[in-house]
């Protein structure tokens, strides 16, 4: 069932064709056609939480569309290139300085299509990522740059070398750093401080 759902939402032509579907599915289910206030507030975010990672100036902010469609089976080019340009608008207005990256929803290749790339271009931003896997290189384009999630629990010089690519061409170096994961963070930091 849900993933019947899934399917139907996730290919759907239009941001109002999704929607109708799935006011179609609570009317069916019998819950509220609107959202409960219970529902508002587990929602991730709200423009408080976004000013205060703002003034910390430790979090960058990147568009994202608006209502989450998949840009790729967007039936209108002008419905995609809104949602990814309202975004942007939408962002800068609050955050007051300019957004200049992208994510994709979904993200894959196949979920982006040319008409993705498109609309981003578009809408001025300047690189957008997917969620196709690895590291990005020069040569690698800006508005399909890759992605790989990273634990936050492993050292941060274990993240450093994947995210180089060293595991790729020096092994050796790769696995010392790789070794560093296996070893309890607490130990890692006497061993850091002893050092200083
Ligand atoms: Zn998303």
Request: hydrophobic share 35%.
């Amino acid at each position: 069932m849900t993933r019947a759902i899934d399917t139907r939402i996730r290919f759907a032509k239009s941001v109002d064709e999704r929607e109708a579907y799935l006011q179609g599915v609570r009317q069916l289910l019998g819950v509220p056609h609107a959202m409960t206030l219970q529902e508002k507030s587990s929602l991730p975010f709200s423009w408080a939480k976004v000013e205060v990672m703002k003034r910390s100036e430790w979090i960058s902010f990147g568009g994202h569309t608006m209502h989450h469609p998949i840009l790729a089976y967007l039936t209108d080019p002008s419905e995609a290139e809104y949602e990814v340009r309202e975004s942007r608008t939408e962002l800068e207005r609050h955050l007051e300085f300019p957004v200049r990256s992208f994510a994709y929803p979904v993200g894959k290749l196949g979920d982006i299509g040319e008409q993705g790339v498109l609309s981003v271009q578009k809408a001025g931003y300047t690189w957008a990522v997917t969620t196709e896997g690895g590291i990005n290189t020069p040569q690698s384009k800006p508005y399909l740059l890759h992605r790989f999630s990273v634990d936050v629990h492993h050292h941060w010089l274990t993240i450093a070398a994947k995210v180089s690519g060293v595991g790729k061409k020096v092994s050796s170096v790769y696995n010392l750093f790789a070794n560093l994961i296996k070893m309890p963070t607490r130990l890692l930091r006497t061993y850091g401080s002893k050092r200083r």
